[in-house]
């Protein structure tokens, strides 16, 4: 399995300009996580979806985010305006039902 | 509600030299426990998972955890660290209802040669 696929791997932006991550969870998981970390942070849930239903989105900074999961195998998390306190590492993590959580390998995030 | 502390920010060890990083659990009931580790510009990889079997875990690249319910704790140890040992681990616990994860501050070890 190539396990979770995230892109873009990197991305840089200025200020105001919408940004778009992707990610492909593991074939056959039906939960999928986004978080973002920061040296302030640390590791933050952002957001969470069972069998494509967003079920807890508590942590999602403010309304300039939103992710969707329109299929079982592809979810993104939109910033719409991005902001330089925006920048971070953002994964993106699969499992089935309480097993272990399988993360990609992040997209780093640079907001100008 | 279930959280995790991890005691140490930093753990500085020699190479060759035993490995300790030091977690503590707050749960009402049993919990599941995860170690993950974190190289630099790397995604978190699954170190070991306690699930209420055997009380002592072993996981990849020689590390090990035991769950100890009396002190509630699940330190990781290593008999030898290696360089490659240097990364950032994180403590987690899965909470009591839904797969959400609750993660520690996370421990940076450095291995000095």
């Known amino acids: 399995d190539a396990g979770v696929i995230q892109s873009p791997r990197h991305e840089v932006t200025e200020m105001g300009q919408e940004v778009t991550l992707r990610c492909k969870p593991i074939?056959?998981?039906?939960?999928l996580f986004w978080y973002r970390q920061t040296m302030m942070r640390g590791l933050e849930l952002l957001i969470y979806f069972n069998n494509n239903v967003p079920i807890d989105d508590s942590g999602m900074p403010e309304d300039r985010f939103s992710a969707k999961m329109p299929n079982a195998s592809f979810s993104t998390l939109k910033i719409q305006p991005s902001e330089p306190r925006d920048s971070a590492v953002y994964f993106c993590a699969s499992t089935t039902g309480r097993e272990t959580q399988y993360f990609g390998p992040g997209t780093r995030l640079l907001v100008l | 509600a279930q959280s995790v502390t991890q005691l140490d920010s930093h753990v500085s060890v020699s190479e060759g030299t035993p490995v300790l990083l030091r977690c503590n659990y707050s749960?009402?009931?049993?919990?599941?426990l995860f170690w993950y580790v974190q190289h630099p510009n790397k995604g978190l990889q699954l170190l070991l998972k306690y699930t209420s079997a055997a009380t002592l875990v072993k996981g990849i690249n020689g590390f090990e955890a035991e769950f100890k319910k009396s002190e509630t704790s699940f330190h990781l140890t290593k008999p030898s660290a290696h360089m490659s040992d240097a990364a950032e681990y994180f403590c987690v616990v899965i909470l009591e209802y839904g797969n959400k994860l609750v993660f520690g501050a996370g421990t940076i070890l450095r291995v000095k040669s």
């Open positions: 749960s009402s009931y049993s919990p599941s």
């Open positions: 074939s056959g998981h039906n939960s």
